[in-house]
């Protein structure tokens, strides 16, 4: 069975770079050009590639489907996405187009396109690394998405005018499409937390949206997309995201496969390939350069930048349909780039706070839209992270009338916050220079609840360094996790099923008690 070839190479060579501290998915596009080479070598079959294609079709549909579902309408509606995502693309056609066309002697049409192609940065492979930091909901994770989504949208209507197709009449019907929110909300109510539920996301994504928007002659990835950003504001939206996970993470794999799949490269393809990677490093720079010019922070602009440097998957699409001959060659270039690309952002944070004080020279005096507060005032608890279990620390305290603030990286979410009455500020716990710049003479205890193990680590590392000596308290789900952050200079961290199995026997002997009162 070609599935069982698939599994076994995928895991093999997955695992292998997950136990050298790499992401899997470099292993799933090294397992892909295993296969190949397998096949000519050993006669191992590789055929069903149309299946993998479809499977692979169906991941990057729930993956945008779910980065959907984390989007508000209001956050890409910004200067430095627009702006960023349009003046990028026309920069790297202008310089890439010309270049190539000298350079490799290639006609100005061919050349155009390939510039076009290139110009794109990865959807697929942004979100995973976002998501995999829980970083999506951050503000320079916000605005590498929002660059994205603008940047998906532009592929879509270069591939509209290559292809000569256009969307049918009915396609109008898609503006309609925001008056059945409260029917999918109400589905979305009803459909219980278990399978009912997967299967509605899957059916919003796959059938609704994905196909729903092809028979119209529209991006079944747009569908996707549009769907997931319609439910965002639903309180149940995240749970639909998780609920999702384990599906969309395993088609993915196919996803990442299917482009190692493409064949096995000539020498032409991999020198093609290995100059495009050479270059790679300027389209991040340019990123970094033009959100500047958006007045964003040095760390903002350089972490969006990073996760945005790298070629597209929209780029084999595009080159699918008007320059076939070049497949094979963008599929190694954007596999070169993802090589590049995903381990480099797993070492972003610290990578920035080597080079932090260079790169804040470039900033732009005048208002940040994401600056951070530099005093806490007269707080004596601080509490980083406002989910659920932020949310509910918060709340207990207030009862106390102890002077209290909070800190979040979702600007949306801390808008919400506010707009409750809690006194919550925007602040990303893991920027090093929010804590050596913070002040807060009056600050004795520190929760630590964010969602992401780093940020836990980073927080109380530099609390530490910056002479704090009061309590810092965490919560953790896994022991190892714990370990770490109490290493870093926690007083203690507690783990989180363990503490809720400890509160439940407690309401043991609280309910015995009321009752027994009660009778007397």
């Given amino acids: 069975m070609i599935e069982a070839v698939w599994i076994i190479f995928a895991f093999g060579l997955g695992m292998g770079v997950k136990l050298m501290g790499l992401p899997p998915l470099i292993g799933y596009l090294a397992a892909g050009f295993a296969i190949v080479a397998a096949g000519d070598m050993a006669g191992i079959p590789v055929e069903g590639t149309e299946a993998l294609s479809h499977i692979a079709h169906l991941g990057v549909l729930l993956l945008l489907f779910t980065v959907g579902l984390k989007l508000k309408i209001r956050n890409l509606v910004r200067p430095e996405v627009i702006g960023g995502g349009v003046l990028h693309f026309g920069i790297s056609i202008a310089l890439f187009t010309p270049a190539l066309h000298l350079i490799m002697g290639l006609e100005w049409y061919t050349a155009l396109m390939l510039g076009i192609a290139l110009?794109?940065?990865?959807?697929?492979?942004?979100?995973?690394?976002?998501?995999?930091?829980?970083?999506?909901?951050?503000?320079?994770?916000?605005?590498?998405?929002?660059?994205?989504?603008?940047?998906?949208?532009?592929?879509?209507?270069?591939?509209?005018?290559?292809?000569?197709?256009?969307?049918?009449?009915?396609?109008?019907?898609?503006?309609?499409?925001?008056?059945?929110?409260?029917?999918?909300?109400?589905?979305?109510?009803?459909?219980?937390?278990?399978?009912?539920?997967?299967?509605?996301?899957l059916l919003l994504a796959l059938v609704v949206g994905g196909k729903g928007f092809e028979l119209v002659g529209l991006s079944s990835?747009?569908?996707?997309?549009?769907?997931?950003?319609?439910?965002?504001?639903?309180?149940?939206?995240?749970?639909?995201?998780?609920?999702?996970?384990?599906?969309?993470?395993?088609?993915?794999?196919?996803?990442?496969?299917?482009?190692?799949?493409?064949?096995?490269?000539?020498?032409?393809?991999?020198?093609?390939?290995?100059?495009?990677?050479?270059?790679?490093?300027?389209?991040?720079?340019?990123?970094?350069?033009?959100?500047?010019?958006?007045?964003?922070?040095?760390?903002?602009?350089?972490?969006?930048?990073?996760?945005?440097?790298?070629?597209?998957?929209?780029?084999?699409?595009?080159?699918?349909?008007?320059?076939?001959?070049?497949?094979?060659?963008?599929?190694?270039?954007?596999?070169?780039?993802?090589?590049?690309?995903?381990?480099?952002?797993?070492?972003?944070?610290?990578?920035?706070?080597?080079?932090?004080?260079?790169?804040?020279?470039?900033?732009?005096?005048?208002?940040?839209?994401?600056?951070?507060?530099l005093s806490l005032g007269d707080a004596e608890i601080l509490i980083i992270g406002m989910g659920r279990t932020g949310t509910a620390a918060y709340d207990h305290l207030k009862q106390r009338q102890t002077p209290m603030v909070a800190l979040d990286s979702d600007p949306a979410k801390v808008d919400t916050h506010v707009k409750c009455g809690r006194h919550v500020v925007f602040a990303d716990a893991e920027d090093v220079q929010l804590w050596q710049n913070l002040k807060a003479p009056e600050l004795k205890y520190v929760i630590l609840a964010a969602n992401d193990v780093e940020a836990k680590v980073t927080a109380a590392r530099q609390l530490r360094q910056v002479g704090f000596e009061g309590i810092i308290v965490a919560h953790s789900m896994f022991a190892d996790h714990a370990d770490a952050i109490t290493a870093a200079g926690a007083d203690h961290t507690y783990q989180t099923m363990a503490e809720t199995g400890v509160g439940l026997a407690e309401h043991i002997f609280s309910e015995s008690r009321r009752k027994e009162e009660a009778l007397i």
Avoid at 224 to 241: D, M, V
């Fill in 221 to 373: 990835e747009l569908g996707a997309l549009a769907f997931g950003a319609l439910l965002a504001n639903h309180r149940r939206a995240g749970e639909l995201s998780q609920s999702l996970w384990s599906i969309k993470e395993v088609f993915l794999v196919g996803f990442f496969l299917q482009i190692g799949m493409g064949g096995l490269p000539d020498t032409d393809a991999l020198v093609f390939a290995l100059v495009m990677g050479v270059v790679l490093p300027l389209k991040g720079i340019l990123f970094f350069f033009l959100l500047l010019l958006f007045k964003l922070r040095a760390r903002s602009a350089f972490l969006s930048g990073l996760s945005l440097t790298n070629y597209s998957e929209f780029g084999l699409i595009v080159a699918s349909i008007v320059l076939p001959e070049w497949l094979i060659p963008l599929a190694i270039a954007v596999s070169v780039s993802f090589l590049v690309s995903a381990p480099l952002y797993r070492v972003a944070h610290p990578l920035y706070d080597r080079f932090s004080v260079w790169l804040s020279r470039f900033e732009r005096h005048g208002f940040h839209p994401d600056e951070q507060p």
């Fill in 119 to 201: 110009s794109f940065s990865s959807t697929v492979l942004a979100a995973k690394v976002l998501e995999s930091k829980r970083e999506l909901r951050a503000f320079h994770g916000r605005v590498a998405i929002g660059i994205l989504i603008v940047q998906d949208l532009l592929a879509l209507l270069v591939m509209a005018l290559a292809s000569g197709k256009t969307p049918s009449a009915w396609a109008l019907l898609v503006f309609a499409i925001p008056l059945l929110r409260p029917v999918f909300y109400k589905l979305l109510d009803i459909s219980g937390h278990e399978e009912l539920l997967v299967l509605l996301g």
